[in-house]
């Protein structure tokens, strides 16, 4: 699938998507400014892999528009970003900082600091739903 057809409302250059990648991306945008979600959130709400969600996120051809940056580490770290790993890395201190411009705060060590800006598997659910995104093949 090309990014055109890709359900997501992206322009890019012929960009080639998987149908996981769709649904993937699709419930990525659920995710509003100001909360974030755990790899293994989205992967409970697709019936996927955690490691299926960060190989997607890290290929999104969407962002910003694919808001990959609210998607973090089950142990509520920042996690990676752009193919980068690890709270020093240069790409992981830019994910800090577009979290925090929406008031996502984490600490130094990169864990978050507000569980109220950490989105369940259910608030997830409902978000797709109401947004009319299909995520179960």
């Known amino acids: 699938m090309t990014a055109s057809g890709a359900g997501?409302?992206?322009?890019?250059?012929?960009?080639?998507v998987t149908p996981y990648q769709e649904r993937l991306y699709a419930l990525c945008k659920c995710i509003p400014a100001g909360k974030v979600a755990?790899?293994?959130?989205?992967?409970?709400?697709?019936n996927s892999a955690p490691r299926a969600v960060g190989q997607g996120m890290r290929r999104n051809p969407f962002a910003p528009i694919v808001p990959c940056h609210r998607v973090i580490a089950s142990s509520l770290e920042l996690g990676g970003f752009?193919?980068?790993?690890?709270n020093g890395c240069e790409n992981v201190q830019r994910k800090r900082s577009m979290l925090a411009?929406?008031?996502?705060?984490?600490?130094d060590a990169g864990r978050l600091l507000?569980?109220?800006?950490?989105?369940s598997v259910e608030e997830?659910?409902?978000?797709?739903?109401?947004?009319?995104?299909?995520?179960?093949?």
């Open 114 to 119: 507000e569980l109220s800006c950490l989105m």
């Open 38 to 46: 755990t790899y293994g959130t989205l992967s409970a709400v697709l």
């Open 8 to 16: 997501v409302g992206a322009t890019v250059k012929s960009t080639r």
């Open 101 to 107: 411009e929406e008031g996502v705060p984490f600490d």
């Open 82 to 86: 752009s193919g980068s790993w690890g």
């Open 124 to 137: 997830l659910r409902l978000s797709a739903k109401a947004a009319g995104v299909a995520v179960v093949r």
